[in-house]
């Protein structure tokens, strides 16, 4: 076979078109990986952010629902103790309401299209000789001990088993605090106010008809300090 012989110029430039071609092939490999590298990085990043943004989402659902959980349980565990003091009151006065004569009076239903307040009801027997006793307790707990607002009055209370949510607070009288003591067992209408006089309260018994707030119960004010 004949052989072909290329002149030494031409011979140089075609090598040096190879070797050219071969550089712009490497550059392109590279700047397309390159970007593509990149993009994996940045998306491996945000798929890690959601990630930690749910569990953090998670861990904060997680307390709000134990806390949540804690809450209602103390709050059961309140009602709970509570509703053993009233039947064991209820207990003690039931020889009493033997022999007692007088019935509690019903009351009408509340028309609630007119802006009043209730009127109080009476109490039956057994309802007021459980007013005594709740009467004497919460006066000698808080004898001699200054209650000046409504939070260490209802902390207090607490302490003396009636639960939070049956201590409702009203306007102050005299610059004292006052609340009032929800203390209906199924059908029944005992309720308390309860005014700090300084080193000491004020306990008034009190008939809430059913289907109302304690709080909306219209009672006088008595000015003087009880004699005994």
Known sequence: MRSIFLPKPLLTAALGSVVALAAVGTQSAHATTTPTRAAATTTASAASARTAAVHTTSREAAVRNARAAKAVTRARVAEARFLELAHLFAQSCEPQVLTAVGHATS????DHTLPVLADPVPLTPEEACAAERHQLRISKAFSGKETATYEQMRDRLTTLQYPEARIHRVANFAGRP???LDLRVGAEHLALEVTDIGQGVMVRAFG????????????QRQLDRPTS
């Open 178 to 180: 006052v609340v009032r």
């Open 107 to 110: 009351e009408p239903a509340p």
């Open 208 to 219: 809430a008809p059913q289907g109302w707030m304690v709080t909306d119960v219209r009672l």
